[in-house]
């Protein structure tokens, strides 16, 4: 089996002459990790703490981990995490061509362990201070944990500067994460967790390349509301504050962190806000026949783009097949996100939450998958469109009264519905109706009142920069 090909290169600064010497092979209590500000990997020791029943536990020599605090984290994966994430994303029960014969499994996650050579179908657990700069003071974010696919290759150095651990794994985060903010580090775990289904998945099925970030994503977002039972308000809040004011200008997770303007960007939390949301959309759209089995059969789509999310909201609705039309659907329920029809369905906390801001002026240049709302007064004419912008005019409980010139209602959708959502592909200019709306309100009128808050979590690909975060292509696979 040959490990995917949809890799971005590696950067230059892996071959740093400077960087710290890391021996090829560890001794038995040592694991390698990646320091999330440098990219480069160190070693670091260990110890065993608790054997769960699908899990082992090690923590970071002085990390202060107890063997109390481990066992009540071996319980909470074995009994919570695991089932509910195995659940909803994994194949279960399945027969698959391994080391030459037919040979059966109980889910992805074991095929994931005896693909590492594991023999007793439990996940390794690393807890330790991950090394992302975080200095309440000075820098309120960090990586509560993380998910390397080089660890599917080899124990040892990989080559590329890139070093694996051999074994089926995730890292987790003591300071801050489990210390101050455990409920987010034990949904972090969920995430982390569909983010290596996701991976070994897409091995087992051979699907030609990885799927899309925004997919990935999205997917491990939804995964930490499975943990949590009830929506991140982290992300909901980041929706509707929208602090950094890029999120009403269009911003969102369809070309993934293209905002970024370097490592204290918190722009992404815009990608991470909305990319829950349109999946958890999806799933409240859903029937209660297709629910259990949505997500999993976006995960295992031989496609690896939007067209595995298309391929499967079809089913809830035979016009999503097509990619425009879902993304309009979706721009109009977080404009009425009470609608009855195609808004958050039985979901009150997100009915009354959600809220989007109209923008002025008098034009836009929106990425692939952006949208923005403008206040319509009179019946609004457009000029001639681009071939990737298309218009909506929406009344005041979200339904879409039209899809041509001229528009009515109160909101003119401006949106693109270009699919290519490479960072390379240019904006393109769409039109708004000029309609100044009133200052700094949301379409309901209310006054925004953004606080502080923090620390906020960011991915470790995304502070890494995705094209550090896996190891390039050409790697030869465990087997």
């Known amino acids: 089996m040959i490990i995917l090909a949809a890799l971005l290169p590696v950067s230059c600064d892996l071959f740093n002459p400077n960087k710290e010497t890391v021996r090829e092979t560890l001794y038995e209590d040592s694991f390698y990790a990646q320091n999330m500000q440098t990219d480069e990997f160190y070693e670091i020791k260990a110890s065993r703490l608790v054997d769960g029943e699908k899990c082992v536990i090690w923590a970071e020599a002085g990390s202060g981990v107890t063997k109390a605090s481990a066992r009540k984290i071996a319980e909470k994966y074995d009994t919570i995490i695991r089932p509910r994430i195995v659940d909803a994303f994994s194949e279960k029960n399945f027969t698959a061509d391994f080391n030459g014969s037919q040979q059966r499994f109980d889910d992805i996650l074991d095929y994931a362990n005896r693909y590492t050579g594991g023999k007793d179908g439990k996940l390794t657990i690393l807890l330790l201070d991950i090394k992302d700069g975080y200095d309440s003071k000075k820098n309120n974010s960090y990586v509560a944990g993380y998910f390397f696919s080089g660890d599917f290759q080899r124990r040892g150095d990989i080559g590329y500067g890139y070093f694996s651990n051999g074994r089926d794994m995730i890292y987790i985060d003591t300071n801050p994460g489990l210390k101050m903010k455990p409920e987010q580090t ?148 977080n404009y009425a996100p009470s609608n009855t029809l195609y808004g958050y369905k039985g979901d009150s906390y997100l009915q009354s939450t959600i809220k989007v801001t109209p923008i002025a002026g008098d034009s836009i240049d929106l990425y692939p998958g952006e949208g923005v709302y403008s206040i319509i007064n009179n019946p609004f004419p457009t000029k001639s469109a681009s071939a990737s912008i298309r218009y909506a005019g929406l009344a005041r409980n979200g339904t879409i009264l039209g899809t041509d010139s001229p528009y009515t209602g109160n909101m003119l959708l401006t949106f693109n519905v270009n699919t290519n959502n490479k960072k390379s592909t240019p904006a393109t200019t769409g039109q708004l109706t000029g309609v100044k709306p009133p200052a700094a309100a949301g379409v309901n009128g209310a006054a925004r009142t953004v606080e502080a808050g923090g620390p906020y979590v960011i991915d470790a690909r995304d502070l890494l920069g995705r094209e550090k975060a896996f190891p390039p292509t050409g790697l030869q696979p465990l087997r």
């Open 186 to 333: 034990y949904a972090t775990f969920a995430h982390e967790l569909q983010h290596l289904i996701n991976y070994i998945t897409s091995v087992r099925i051979n699907r030609k390349y990885l799927q899309d970030t925004w997919v990935d994503e999205g997917l491990s977002s939804h995964a930490e509301y499975l943990y949590l039972g009830k929506n991140p308000e982290d992300k909901c809040e980041w929706f509707s504050e929208d602090k950094n004011g890029t999120i009403a200008e269009g911003n969102n997770f369809f070309v993934w962190g293209n905002y970024m303007d370097g490592e204290e960007s918190l722009s992404i939390l815009d990608d991470y806000s909305t990319v829950y949301l349109f999946f958890r959309w999806l799933y409240l759209q859903a029937d209660e026949e297709l629910k259990p089995r949505l997500f999993r059969e976006i995960i295992s789509s031989d496609q690896f783009d939007y067209r595995a999310v298309t391929n499967v909201a079809s089913q809830i609705n035979p016009k999503w097949e097509d990619w425009e039309t879902l993304l309009r659907t979706w721009f109009a329920a």
